[in-house]
């Protein structure tokens, strides 16, 4: 039970999971891994396809949101800024190393999709990337826990 638990919440919020894996549920290094790995690649491969399917549907509804000129209308939000902003400073490297500290796997893989969709190996380095994460907060956690 404890082990679909941890699964489950690495598929929302990675970098929240390693603490719950190592302190609360005292499992080992390997299995921290091994499970917060799991919950990561699973919502990974299951956002690239929603986000895929959100893209196209989103893009045959942009015709239907224009101004009478033709234009499209362009909605500017805080967040749309911030995001476009990452994009553009950082680019496919800062959206691999930001995702799962700052953002949620899923919001990293629709940015992913979004902008970088057209290169298949950046899903790849997406993965490596979540794996590299975990290695490094499982590694953390596990000299904190040893420490105490």
């Known amino acids: ?10 598929t929302w919020k990675f970098a929240a999971t390693f603490p719950l894996a ?10 921290t891994i091994l499970y917060t790995n799991l919950g990561g690649i699973a919502v990974i ?6 986000s895929k399917g959100f893209l196209r549907v989103f893009a045959f ?15 500017f939000t805080r967040r749309n800024r911030q995001l476009v902003n990452l994009k553009n400073k950082y680019g496919l490297l800062g959206i691999i190393i930001l995702t799962p500290v700052l953002l949620s796997i899923p919001v990293g893989v629709f940015l992913n999709t979004k902008y970088y969709g ?8 997406m993965l490596i990337g979540q794996i590299v994460w975990s290695f490094i907060f499982t590694i953390t956690y596990t000299r904190i826990q040893i420490s105490m």
């Open 1 to 10: 039970m404890e082990e679909i638990f941890i699964i489950l919440s690495g």
């Open 22 to 31: 190592v302190y609360v549920f005292k499992m080992s290094f390997f299995e």
């Open 118 to 125: 057209h290169m298949k190996i950046s899903y790849l380095y």
């Open 45 to 50: 491969a299951i956002f690239t396809l929603i």
């Open 61 to 75: 509804l942009i015709p239907l949101s224009r101004t009478n000129s033709g234009k499209p209308r362009k909605v």
